[in-house]
């Protein structure tokens, strides 16, 4: 599922094992309680968070394949996400995203859901892959992606003909902040990068009210109300 380890003022959050870190309502929840374990850390305010994984996986996406089985646990694991990544947004110090192998739709939106995203070149590619499943992109996933993407060429080719984007692409695009030639390398400059900003003395709780402000419309999308139940009608057999 996923740990957390405490080393000085960094937390890293890794989502284990060498599957494709489906997001289901059992890891979702696992996420989301360690980021509330993070968030009552006494120290939090002058810390940092680092999320990466093992495996040829970051995260391979919503687990399709059980909400095809139970269609209830689409509009769950959908609202789940949503409460994952509004805690990210206001969680009191800086973030780090370590993507050490591939980040599909909604893991895709997890990563960019860190304030900084750092890439194995070696194997990998960020890939919003509703187009190629035929599904539709919820709102708030495009409410990140608009944030998160400058270019609206690049927001077209993630979102309208599905690129698959390795580190160098990302770099590109201004998605990716920059790239490794393996994960431990990927690994060691997050915590490098992380280190240097914690050094900044930065406080977390202005930090975090800071992030909000940018990031409201994206928050303001993401308490709608939109309807899950007609964009999870695929296997995802593409992802």
Partial sequence: MCTLEKRG???LLKLTGNGEHRLNPTLLDNLRSAITQIRSDPSSSRSLLITTSD???FSNGYDLAL??????LRVVMDSKLRSLVADLISLPMPTIAAVTGHASAAGFVLAMSHDYVLMRRDRGFLY???LDIELVIPAWFVA???????????????MLTAEKVTAERGLEMGIV???????AETIEAAIKLGEEIVRRGVDGYVYGRMRETLLKQVLHTIGSNESAS????NSGSKL
């Fill in 9 to 11: 003022q960094l937390f």
């Fill in 55 to 57: 495996g040829k996986f």
């Fill in 67 to 72: 909400a095809e089985s139970d269609p209830s």
């Fill in 128 to 130: 919003m892959s509703e």
């Fill in 144 to 158: 990140v992606i608009r944030m998160k993407i400058g270019s609206p060429a690049a927001r077209r080719d993630v």
């Fill in 177 to 183: 902040d920059s790239s490794y030639g393996s994960a």
């Fill in 230 to 233: 007609n964009r999870m009608r």
